[in-house]
């Protein structure tokens, strides 16, 4: 099993930045990818950015260019993060950590993040 915990969210105006993290932890060995999802109310979970374990990563059309993922790699637990910045009011969601092993994905309950106009 992986644990994983996200931190980080919370009120923020628009234009100004947010990170986020999210600590995972357990049997960690078979966790490749690593993922920030994002959920608002009456829509879809849709993807924010990917890193693989190698650091490659990828980023959804809403998010580039103002978010950036990173992570870093430890011998008991993985942590990654999301440094969102220039953030506007259409970013307010819940956001959840996806680990995902060789297994099944793994997901976190979610830090939400609120941006006023």
């Known amino acids: 099993q992986v644990q994983l915990v996200e931190s980080g969210g919370g009120l923020v105006q628009a234009g100004g930045s947010l990170r986020l993290s999210c600590a995972a932890s357990?049997?960690?060995?078979?966790?490749?990818?690593m993922a920030w999802y994002r959920q608002a109310p009456g829509k879809q979970r849709e993807l924010v950015a990917t890193i693989s374990g190698g650091g490659r990563t990828t980023y959804g059309d809403a998010v580039k260019g103002r978010f950036t993922i990173s992570r870093d790699n430890g011998k008991n637990a993985i942590a990654v993060y999301l440094q969102m910045n220039s953030l506007k009011p259409e970013d307010t969601a819940v956001y959840y950590c996806?680990?995902?092993?060789?297994?099944?994905?793994?997901w976190g309950r979610g830090t939400q993040v609120t941006v006023s106009s």
């Open positions: 996806k680990a995902t092993s060789i297994l099944t994905d793994y």
């Open positions: 357990g049997i960690i060995y078979n966790v490749n990818a």
